[in-house]
């Protein structure tokens, strides 16, 4: 019995191991993927804190620069956040759009710089 469930383990490590298209991943390279995944995930949350406490610091600024279509205090949130130059443009027609939101719910703005960002 023991035998057979070695062998089914096997089979499935050696599965994992072709060049074709697969869902089963590599078993060896898990570790690594874990690994990657924590520092991604690291990088992400400490990007979004520093987003949050700004928009959180400078709300009231960034709304009315906002509706003024640009300013220093929304050029630096875009700084934090890693917004693309050439999506800046588009996070601004986004954010005039849906102001009212923005200027009701601070987190809804972390959550629209965040989704623009790099």
Do not use: W
Not at 72 to 85: N, Q, S, V, W
Not at 102 to 107: I, K, N, P, S, V
Request: with cysteine.
């Amino acid at each position: 019995m023991n035998a057979r469930i070695l062998l089914v383990i096997a089979a499935f490590g050696v599965s994992s191991c072709t060049k074709e298209a697969s869902h089963v991943p590599n078993v060896l390279l898990l570790p690594a993927y874990a690994v990657s995944n924590a520092v991604e995930n690291a990088n992400y949350y400490r990007k979004r804190d520093r987003v949050e406490s700004f928009v959180q610091e400078n709300h009231a600024d960034l709304i009315e620069e906002i509706i003024a279509g640009g300013g220093p205090a929304l050029i630096e949130a875009m700084k934090i956040a890693r917004i693309p130059t050439s999506e800046k443009e588009n996070l601004l027609a986004e954010l005039q759009e849906n102001r009212s939101l923005y200027a009701e719910d601070a987190e809804a703005l972390v959550v629209a710089l965040m989704v623009h960002g790099i």
